[in-house]
């Protein structure tokens, strides 16, 4: 398919482990984002790549989530020792460098810490 | 801080009539305003967008409208259907990254 694709689709890992979640983007965007969405709430930004630089990590909530997208299209979020409050959806997001384009969104990746 | 606004959590129309989905914010460093939908299980659906330039944009039954001195953003449905019942956010952007509401679940009746 022609949209972004997340995997995995869920995720469920006991607290302390380490999780890796995956974003193939739309084929030649630049621009990456990742969101994590709590329930009931509109996702939250967490980080921004354009290529392989990443340019805004300001949302990411501690220093045990870590990002990289080390030849500009794949990109994965990788979450250490997690936690029961990591439980969420993760989005990956893509789109062109420039104008007013819209992000174009992968389903997300539902992350269950028990 | 919640800087984008969506304070109806949820709104019910009658197939065929209007449907009106509103967002304030309180930025004027937004520069591009975006509507998407969401049903579950899936990635939010970019809908609708608007730049900051301009008062209103319309693509078919879908249209948005911008009050900028108001700070206040809205959605118009016309007419609705029952394929439009989902949950709705706006989100506008700051520096490139998306700034979302917190949602309106959208029903819209036979």
């Known amino acids: 398919g022609a949209g972004v694709s997340q995997s995995p689709r869920y995720k469920v890992a006991k607290r302390g482990q380490d999780v890796a979640l995956r974003c193939d983007p739309i084929s030649g965007h630049v621009s990456l984002f990742w969101y994590q969405q709590a329930l009931g709430q509109g996702p939250e930004f967490l980080t921004y790549f354009q290529n392989e630089a990443q340019l805004d990590k300001s949302g990411l909530p501690s220093d045990r989530f870590f990002a990289e997208r080390p030849e500009g299209s794949v990109s994965t979020l990788k979450i250490q020792r997690t936690q029961q409050e990591d439980s969420a959806v993760y989005l990956c997001a893509s789109s062109p460098l420039w104008g007013n384009q819209p992000q174009h969104f992968g389903d997300g990746t539902r992350l269950s810490i028990l | 801080d919640q800087q984008v606004k969506q304070n109806s959590p949820s709104l019910s129309v009658q197939e065929g009539r209007i449907s009106i989905l509103n967002c304030d914010y309180t930025?004027?460093?937004?520069?591009?305003f975006l509507w998407y939908k969401k049903y579950p299980a899936e990635g939010p659906t970019f809908l609708i967008s608007i730049s900051s330039i301009k008062d209103k944009n319309e693509d078919g039954r879908f249209t948005v409208f911008l009050n900028k001195s108001a700070k206040h953003l809205s959605l118009h449905i016309v007419p609705s259907q029952p394929g439009d019942s989902a949950v709705y956010f706006c989100?506008?952007?700051?520096?490139?990254?998306?700034?979302f509401g917190q949602g309106t679940t959208l029903q819209v009746k036979p």
């Open positions: 930025n004027s460093m937004f520069d591009y």
């Open positions: 989100a506008a952007r700051n520096t490139g990254k998306l700034i």
